[in-house]
């Protein structure tokens, strides 16, 4: 929920592919009506972000649909940009 949005984003740095599918999930929900599935969510939201930010989401639900967490590697150009999607993912929720 957007009530809880600042905690989750908060957690970035440590549970980085959560926060990314959650915010994606929260903004999709706030802006069709629909609870998705995280990696219906990330997919939706990376047709929405500007290509910069594609390559985050889609890291994110690739390891939520392939991977344990013991394996999880972000390559560098993705992690950098890991909280400017984030964030620009939250902002689009809360103008919802």
């Not at 500007?50 to 939520?64: G, S």
């Not at 991977?67 to 972000?74: K, L, N, P, R, T």
């Amino acid at each position: 929920s957007l009530a809880g949005l600042d905690d989750v984003v908060a957690e970035v740095d440590t549970d980085t592919r959560n926060v990314i599918l959650t915010v994606a999930r929260v903004w999709a929900t706030v802006e069709t009506g629909e609870i998705l599935p995280k990696d219906a969510a990330a997919a939706w939201a990376a047709q929405r972000l500007p290509e910069e930010y594609r390559a985050v989401t889609e890291h994110a639900r690739a390891l939520y649909l392939g991977s344990e967490y013991a394996d999880e590697v972000w390559p560098a150009h993705v992690l950098a940009r890991v909280h400017g999607c984030v964030d620009r993912m939250a902002q689009a929720a809360r103008r919802s």
